[in-house]
């Protein structure tokens, strides 16, 4: 009688939880709405901008571009969808459409966008600092991490 009552406890496990085994965080596009506007940095010897709108329809779009010398040598867009309390990151490096997207898996402090099947990265952070700096980093399943600073800026009009 016992192992009958804890059943449905066990089915509400397995069906809540993912594959990666912690239960699932619902997320809406609120929780990433401190990206919105407009951030600039460096990495290296790269100037970096980026600009994120506000969500409007389910949906975040970004562009980022990579300055040397007043030349852009590289340049992405984002999406983020927000879809049945999942935020999805896809990436489009060099406008290449993306087959792999990256759930938002934490929210807070640090928003944190993940796909472990993915080659490189398997993991996209923003760690906010504070109202007007952030510090991005992706990072590899065998731990290499890249990071920048980004401070928010004035969109251009």
Request: charged residues 20%; hydrophobic residues 45%.
């Amino acid at each position: 009688m016992r192992s009958a009552r804890l059943l449905p406890v066990a089915i509400a496990a397995l069906v809540l939880t993912p594959a990666g085994g912690a239960a699932q965080e619902s997320y809406t596009l609120e929780d990433v709405s401190f990206l919105t506007g407009c951030w600039v940095g460096d990495m290296g010897s790269l100037i970096l901008e980026e600009q994120s709108t506000a969500a409007q329809g389910g949906v975040m779009l970004g562009t980022t571009r990579f300055i040397r010398d007043g030349t852009v040598v590289d340049w992405e867009f984002g999406r983020m969808v927000e879809e049945d309390g999942v935020v999805t990151l896809w990436p489009y490096p060099r406008g290449t459409i993306s087959t792999d997207g990256f759930p938002l898996v934490r929210a807070g402090a640090e928003l944190v966008f993940e796909n472990l099947a993915h080659d490189f990265p398997v993991r996209i952070v923003y760690a906010r600092l504070d109202a007007t700096h952030l510090a991005p980093r992706i990072e590899g399943s065998d731990g290499e991490a890249r990071g920048w600073s980004l401070t928010r800026a004035k969109c251009p009009e």
